[in-house]
């Protein structure tokens, strides 16, 4: 039965889905106004945003410094920010970079924006929460809204992540990470545990699609 519905969901719900979001299009969440560009990861469609989200919105935000590894749209980055936190939001896509400064200055939300692969750019310093929602599909990026979904097909991505990531944590940082049943998890596991990491299941939901993880990365 699963696998009948992920059939009729990828021949008649994604080709909607890729035609509606083949132009830019508004999305508002509670107070937040986003414009959202068709290059640009879109939260409203897809269970990892929302499950970070909802999981972020549970953490005491006021005072701490957060950081969104590949923002996208920034809608996580802009709810932190309205908690209190003191934000950077990065990303490797310049439209994204370019829509984060747009919607910041629209939205009245002050956040640090900073056109970055992964940590390349990013000043050396600790924060407190790290939220990563990471394109985990073993395939190559060819254009810029590909880093989305495509993590290299021997996931560079991951390797990438693991190597730089120590030296923006320190001993309290939490580590967010969203991950679903349908990347490569012992890859991942296994490029975490070379760089001395281990990574904790904190949530599990179960959609009629596939499984989605949260899981908090700690050093070991």
Same mark, same amino acid.
């Given at each position: 039965?699963?696998?009948?519905?992920?059939?009729?969901?990828?021949?008649?719900? +994604?080709?909607?889905?890729? @035609?509606? #979001?083949?132009?830019?299009?508004?999305?508002?969440? &509670? =107070?937040?106004?986003?414009? !959202?560009?068709?290059?640009?990861?879109?939260?409203?469609?897809?269970?990892?945003?929302?499950?970070?989200? +909802?999981?972020?919105?549970? @953490?005491? #935000?006021?005072?701490?410094?957060?950081?969104?590894? &590949? =923002?996208?749209?920034?809608? !996580?980055?802009?709810?932190?920010?309205?908690?209190?936190?003191?934000?950077?939001?990065?990303?490797?896509?310049?439209?994204?970079?370019?829509?984060?400064?747009?919607?910041?200055?629209?939205?009245?939300?002050?956040?640090?924006?900073?056109?970055?692969?992964?940590?390349?750019?990013?000043?050396?310093?600790?924060?407190?929460?790290?939220?990563?929602?990471?394109?985990?599909?073993?395939?190559?990026?060819?254009?810029?809204?590909?880093?989305?979904?495509?993590?290299?097909?021997?996931?560079?991505?991951?390797?990438?992540?693991?190597?730089?990531?120590?030296?923006?944590?320190?001993?309290?940082?939490?580590?967010?990470?969203?991950?679903?049943?349908?990347?490569?998890?012992?890859?991942?596991?296994?490029?975490?545990?070379?760089?001395?990491?281990?990574?904790?299941?904190?949530?599990?939901?179960?959609?009629?699609?596939?499984?989605?993880?949260?899981?908090?990365?700690?050093?070991?």
């Amino acid at each position: 039965m699963r696998n009948i519905l992920k059939y009729f969901i990828y021949h008649t719900y +994604k080709p909607l889905l890729v @035609q509606y #979001l083949s132009v830019t299009r508004s999305y508002t969440y &509670g =107070a937040i106004k986003l414009s !959202i560009p068709p290059q640009v990861f879109h939260p409203a469609f897809f269970f990892s945003s929302k499950l970070l989200l +909802k999981y972020i919105g549970k @953490q005491l #935000l006021h005072d701490r410094t957060f950081l969104e590894l &590949g =923002a996208g749209s920034g809608l !996580i980055s802009f709810f932190a920010a309205t908690k209190g936190a003191s934000v950077t939001a990065t990303d490797i896509n310049p439209v994204a970079i370019e829509y984060l400064e747009k919607n910041r200055k629209k939205n009245g939300i002050a956040i640090r924006v900073i056109h970055s692969d992964l940590f390349n750019h990013i000043p050396a310093e600790p924060f407190d929460i790290i939220a990563i929602n990471p394109p985990y599909y073993k395939k190559q990026p060819k254009i810029y809204a590909d880093y989305a979904w495509c993590c290299g097909e021997n996931g560079e991505y991951f390797e990438k992540l693991f190597e730089g990531l120590a030296g923006y944590m320190n001993s309290e940082s939490t580590v967010l990470l969203t991950l679903c049943d349908g990347c490569d998890l012992e890859m991942i596991y296994d490029m975490a545990r070379q760089q001395h990491f281990r990574l904790l299941c904190v949530q599990t939901t179960k959609n009629f699609l596939e499984r989605n993880f949260i899981l908090k990365i700690e050093q070991l």
